[in-house]
């Protein structure tokens, strides 16, 4: 029976050991693509603020950008010619903890804004770690 208590004892001891060792709670430098999800068709532009530590450069994805940093939160007008997805970079300090993003307006694909945000949403996608 002590061979079975201590048997027990060592698993639960490695396992604790391996998750206290998580590799993903260690800050990963990284890219982020950002995109607004539109309940509509193509959308024309949309104001972003990302709020948090740690972000870098901002950069277009077949849009035109307009950024303005504030320090810990940064302002991105997103801008299309032609209507369609509504995306850019943005590089940070840890993947693992990415800035939160807050939609502010959209205008549709011919310039005029959208009067309600329901249903909208901005996502995100890890693109690249070194």
Same mark, same amino acid.
């Given at each position: 029976?002590?061979?079975?208590?201590?048997?027990?004892?060592?698993?639960?001891?490695?396992?604790?050991?391996?998750?206290?060792?998580?590799?993903?709670?260690?800050?990963?430098?990284?890219?982020?693509?950002?995109?607004?999800?539109?309940?509509?068709?193509?959308?024309?532009?949309?104001?972003?603020?990302?709020?948090?530590?740690?972000?870098?450069?901002?950069?277009? !994805?077949?849009? #035109?950008?307009? =950024?303005? %940093?504030?320090? $810990?939160?940064?302002?991105?007008?997103? @801008?299309?010619?032609?209507? &369609?997805? !509504?995306?850019? #970079?943005?590089? =940070?300090? %840890?993947?693992? $903890?990415?800035?939160?993003?807050?939609? @502010?307006?959209?205008?549709? &694909?011919?310039?005029?804004? #959208?009067?309600?945000?329901?249903?909208?949403?901005?996502?995100?996608?890890?693109?690249?770690?070194?």
């Amino acid at each position: 029976m002590p061979t079975l208590l201590r048997t027990l004892l060592l698993c639960f001891i490695g396992t604790s050991l391996v998750s206290c060792d998580s590799k993903s709670s260690r800050p990963a430098a990284g890219d982020l693509d950002f995109s607004v999800v539109s309940p509509h068709r193509a959308e024309g532009a949309a104001l972003i603020e990302l709020r948090g530590p740690g972000m870098g450069p901002v950069t277009p !994805l077949d849009t #035109r950008l307009f =950024v303005h %940093d504030i320090g $810990n939160r940064v302002r991105v007008l997103v @801008l299309r010619t032609d209507p &369609g997805t !509504l995306s850019f #970079r943005v590089t =940070v300090n %840890d993947v693992n $903890n990415p800035p939160s993003a807050m939609l @502010l307006e959209v205008a549709a &694909g011919d310039n005029t804004l #959208r009067e309600d945000l329901a249903g909208y949403r901005v996502e995100y996608v890890i693109v690249a770690m070194p």
